[in-house]
């Protein structure tokens, strides 16, 4: 069965280049090696692996109330707020994967046969006579953040809350903590007399009544605040491209974090340090370097694919692992070929435009005729 199975393959390659005889001619080049390689034809990269560290932290703000010292006296209150702090933690840390075009791979496709090559927004080619290209992520800009435009986490304060005049005219803070205290008791009245007192008959409707009690529960939030102060938790999400070298790396400072500021540069050493490790992993099939003595002794022609290899990341928290991936990565990989004749015969070839490992190759149900 093997045998018939390879002789069907042989078979089905011959009738391609018998094809691609009668389609013209193709070839692949090194855009470095053609003085004019921007014109007659078509320029593709192959892509660079790059990582995005996506790292999400929680920071609890907490904000005194200007009345907490009488919290306990007026409202029996314990579990109040005593200073002004912000406390942030890590909570997540996800490792994605794009695709950039790299500069010292790139690749001119001409001659008369030309085949339909599609390329994505970045010059990485992702197929070659195929309608669509893989489905791509679009990724954020490194080092912005999802919740918070400019970087900017929100201010606390109690501007929120309607002081009538009671309060404002007050002399003291004691006698304004105690008509704020006295405020909130009447709007508990005034609850209970909307539930079932003399006030019960005067919404009759259900949404009125919704209304009405949303209003009150809201403003005698805003007054129990000035007594047990404000508590608000906020997601922060950073960004952090990393560029994979062919070797592996160890103990690279992603960026420094504190429980008081925040996330911190790399360089900021009143912050912990969180590292990105990188162990690479060769490509699985063996391949000859473009440039190693015996690839050019019998330098590639073809279609340039990547044979990627691996690259296992791990994001340490000093000595604690936050997160870890293994991923196919182009630099740790070798540069293929497919036969030039693929080109001309009638083959829809998919790429990878993340590692530039080869996705499929079919023959096209409806070739399209090509000039001679």
């Not at 942030?88 to 030309?114: C, F, H, P």
């Not at 929100?154 to 803070?173: A, G, M, Q």
């Not at 003399?198 to 129990?224: C, H, P, W």
């Not at 540069?335 to 009638?346: N, Y």
Request: a neutral charge.
């Amino acid at each position: 069965m093997k045998n018939i199975a390879i002789m069907a393959m042989a078979a089905v390659l011959s009738m391609g280049i018998a094809e691609a005889k009668d389609n013209g001619t193709v070839t692949v080049t090194p855009a470095s090696q053609d003085a004019d390689a921007a014109n007659g034809g078509v320029i593709y990269s192959l892509p660079k692996t790059m990582l995005r560290i996506r790292v999400e932290a929680e920071v609890t703000m907490k904000k005194v109330g200007p009345y907490y010292k009488y919290s306990n006296k007026y409202l029996n209150l314990t579990d109040v707020v005593t200073e002004d702090s912000k406390r942030w933690k890590l909570s997540k840390v996800t490792i994605e994967t794009y695709g950039k075009a790299n500069e010292s791979q790139m690749y001119k496709i001409s001659g008369s046969g030309m085949p339909a090559v599609l390329l994505n927004s970045n010059g990485i080619l992702a197929g070659i006579n195929t309608e669509k290209a893989e489905q791509r992520v679009k990724h954020r800009r490194a080092n912005v953040e999802e919740d918070n435009s400019n970087n900017e986490l929100p201010v606390l304060s109690f501007d929120d809350v309607r002081l009538d005049r009671s309060v404002l005219t007050k002399t003291s803070t004691a006698a304004m903590a105690e008509e704020a205290a006295l405020t909130i008791y009447k709007l508990r009245e005034k609850r209970m007399s909307l539930l079932g007192g003399e006030d019960a008959t005067i919404l009759n409707d259900e949404g009125s009544y919704n209304k009405v009690f949303e209003e009150l529960d809201k403003m005698e939030r805003q007054f129990v605040s000035l007594f047990a102060g404000k508590v608000e938790k906020v997601k922060v999400v950073k960004y952090y491209d990393v560029e994979p070298g062919a070797t592996s790396m160890n103990s690279i400072v992603l960026f420094r974090f504190s429980e008081t500021d925040g996330f911190m540069d790399a360089m900021d050493i009143t912050g912990k340090p969180v590292y990105v490790d990188m162990e690479f992993g060769g490509a699985k099939v063996n391949s000859y370097d473009e440039n190693s003595k015996l690839r050019k002794q019998n330098p590639l022609s073809g279609l340039r694919y990547v044979i990627p290899g691996t690259v296992k990341v791990k994001i340490i928290d000093r000595n604690i692992l936050l997160t870890e991936k293994e991923i196919e990565c182009a630099q740790s990989g070798r540069v293929a070929t497919l036969p030039i004749e693929m080109l001309m015969g009638g083959y829809s070839i998919k790429l990878n435009t993340v590692s530039g490992a080869l996705v499929g190759v079919e023959k096209e149900k409806n070739p399209v005729e090509r000039k001679k």
